[in-house]
């Protein structure tokens, strides 16, 4: 993700897609852990200089007052921002996060759901109904993963923390102007630990920049169970970065397939082909990762039907392609070390699973997949 606009991809990845970006849609929002916040003199004195300088941007006292009412230092929030790994899912596994089958069930559910609102916006933005819920379903699971930090605590944090103080300062003044303005409150601003807020995942300048009130309730809501505000507020920000109505983001170049214009990328190596074109790049707007923005227009293809991208794929660094990774998980799932959903994306929980099958037989233990673990097993 960008941070002119939300937090971080991989929070997406954890949030959204992990499924991600993303899990399913709906009704009431699943909090990730909230961060609890600890003392801090330090941070009370920074708090007690902002006050003032907020002020001269416009905050009154009483807007200030309030927001920081029940804010505080927040120590998981600077963990997490000076611990983000550098961390690269291949494109394969970035898709399969993205758009795999039990994702696109439940997008297809939300959608569904949301279809007239979709529909209506779209007639009035110009962007697809799909692409719209696709950004929504990669941004917070169709809702599900919206962020659980208190949004005043975790800039003001980031803002006194001074990695990137000058930035998180400014977002934390657009908070309060938010906050001011009455579009919402402080007990219901809640985000991501680098504050990204809502169904999508606006950070607060790209909030006053781009947010809507298209439900006419004079508030621009993209906090709460409705995501109309929000999803509309995504499809203003798209429109206004440039999408083109009635073009295509792009597709995967079949075999023997023709097709001009536009761009061909081959975003892994040995993987697929994709023809992007210009709404393409609209949609790097909104995150300027290459896999994002596939991410994006595969999951809007699959929620309109599309069938899932069959490869080809190359084998991972492990020498293992999708169905031996899909069938490592299910014997490891079978042999009694929980590696989670057979999806053929090795992570945490299967990780965690071959560790423990190592350690049970007495083997160097490393938590990595191969072909000899997967015969060991069985195959």
Not at 21 to 34: C, F, I, K, L, Y
Not at 236 to 260: H, K, M
Request: glycine share 12%; with cysteine; hydrophobic share 35%.
């Amino acid at each position: 993700m960008i941070l002119t606009r939300r937090t971080t991809l991989l929070g997406l990845i954890a949030g959204g897609l992990q499924a991600c970006a993303g899990g399913p849609a709906a009704v009431s929002v699943s909090r990730e852990t909230t961060m609890p916040t600890a003392p801090n003199p330090a941070y009370d004195a920074w708090v007690a200089n902002f006050r003032p300088r907020a002020m001269a941007q416009g905050i009154s006292g009483p807007v200030f007052d309030r927001a920081f009412a029940s804010a505080g230092f927040t120590p998981g929030v600077v963990e997490r921002d000076r611990n983000q790994t550098e961390f690269t899912r291949t494109l394969e596994d970035y898709l399969q996060i993205a758009a795999g089958e039990k994702k696109v069930q439940r997008g297809r559910a939300a959608f569904a759901r949301q279809q007239g609102t979709l529909q209506a916006i779209e007639t009035r933005y110009g962007v697809p109904a799909e692409i719209v819920a696709a950004v929504w379903g990669l941004e917070s699971d169709f809702g599900e993963r919206r962020g659980a930090i208190p949004i005043v605590s975790s800039l003001s944090t980031l803002a006194y923390d001074g990695r990137r103080g000058e930035f998180f300062e400014r977002q934390l003044v657009a908070a309060l102007k938010i906050l001011q303005s009455g579009d919402t409150t402080p007990d219901r601003m809640f985000g991501s630990w680098a504050g990204a807020m809502g169904h999508t995942q606006f950070m607060p300048t790209s909030y006053q920049a781009y947010a809507v009130d298209y439900t006419g309730d004079g508030r621009r809501d993209i906090w709460g169970e409705d995501p109309t505000d929000a999803l509309a507020s995504t499809a203003n920000y798209l429109a206004r970065n440039g999408w083109r109505r009635g073009e295509p983001w792009g597709r995967v170049i079949a075999s023997g397939s023709g097709g001009s214009g536009g761009s061909v990328i081959q975003p892994q190596p040995g993987g697929p082909q994709f023809r992007v074109y210009h709404n393409f790049n609209v949609i790097k707007r909104y995150n300027p990762s290459t896999s994002y923005a596939l991410g994006v227009g595969h999951l809007a293809d699959r929620l309109t039907g599309a069938p899932p991208i069959e490869g080809p794929f190359p084998p991972d660094r492990y020498g293992l392609v999708k169905d031996q990774r899909m069938a490592l998980q299910s014997r490891l799932n079978a042999a009694g070390f929980d590696a989670g959903e057979p999806d053929g994306v090795i992570g945490g929980n299967t990780e965690a699973a071959i560790r423990a099958y190592q350690q049970s037989r007495g083997l160097p233990v490393t938590g990595t997949p191969s072909l000899d673990l997967l015969r060991q097993l069985g195959g």
